[in-house]
T-cell receptor
Framework: NAGVTQTPKFRILKIGQSMTLQCAQD?????MYWYRQDPGMGLKLIYYSVGAGITDKGEVPNGYNVSRSTTEDFPLRLELAAPSQTSVYFC??????????????FGPGTRLTVL | GQQLNQSPQSMFIQEGEDVSMNCTSSSIFNTWLWYKQDPGEGPVLLIA?????ELTSNGRLTAQFGITRKDSFLNISASIPSDVGIYFC????????????FGTGTRLQVTL
């Protein structure tokens, strides 16, 4: 299993540009999440999904959109990039039940800079 | 939004020493998780705790779920250089789509 994969690893955007951060998991997990991590801080939840076709807002959703058309993929869309969206973005997925194999697994992250 | 408070914020220790860190919350969680993050990487799950008072080990790591359900502790015994990184606690409540609330992190640096 590749686990959780994210692309791209790095990106620089100009203010007002748009982009999609890709996230995929091959563990057949129902739950998927997007977080952002600002320098020296913990992770904050942007959006999450409990299954294909179902998404909901997290703590900091403004300026972002998501979709979940398949179990495997959970892309995050920035429509009008702003400097405040400069951050590292992590995608995670989770299976059902308890145990180390079911809790949230994280991808390697996408480092985004908006200038 | 809530974030869990972790202490200490950072620590320098010598190789071979034991390390303790804790995490506190103003609200109750029914699951506590501990993650480690290396530079440029995503967090990696170390330990999961599901029951108040539970003590769980994973190699040199031991974590406890506080009896009040508002705190958790992580201990690392006989630290080694590869223990360097940022340790995050996270709390969750079942029935909330397993959304995690993360702590502010403890940065650990180990000197030889």
């Amino acid at each position: 299993n590749a686990g959780v994969t994210q692309t791209p690893k790095f990106r620089i955007l100009k203010i007002g540009q748009s982009m999609t951060l890709q996230c995929a998991q091959d563990m057949n997990h129902n739950y998927m999440y997007w977080y952002r991590q600002d320098p020296g801080m913990g992770l904050k939840l942007i959006y999450y999904s409990v299954g294909a076709g179902i998404t909901d807002k997290g703590e900091v959703p403004n300026g972002y959109n998501v979709s979940r058309s398949t179990t495997e993929d959970f892309p995050l869309r920035l429509e009008l990039a702003a400097p405040s969206q400069t951050s590292v973005y992590f995608c995670a997925s989770r299976g059902r039940g308890q145990g180390l194999n079911n809790e949230q697994f994280f991808g390697p992250g996408t480092r985004l800079t908006v200038l | 939004g809530q974030q869990l408070n972790q202490s200490p914020q950072s620590m320098f220790i010598q190789e071979g020493e034991d390390v303790s860190m804790n995490c506190t919350s103003s609200s109750i969680f029914n699951t506590w998780l501990w993650y480690k993050q290396d530079p440029g990487e995503g967090p990696v799950l170390l330990i999961a705790l599901y029951k108040a008072g539970e003590l769980t080990s994973n190699g040199r790591l031991t974590a406890q779920f506080g009896i009040t359900r508002k705190d958790s502790f992580l201990n690392i015994s006989a630290s080694i250089p590869s223990d360097v990184g940022i340790y995050f606690c996270a709390g969750l409540n079942t029935g909330t789509a397993s959304k995690l609330t993360f702590g502010t992190g403890t940065r650990l640096q180990v000197t030889l």
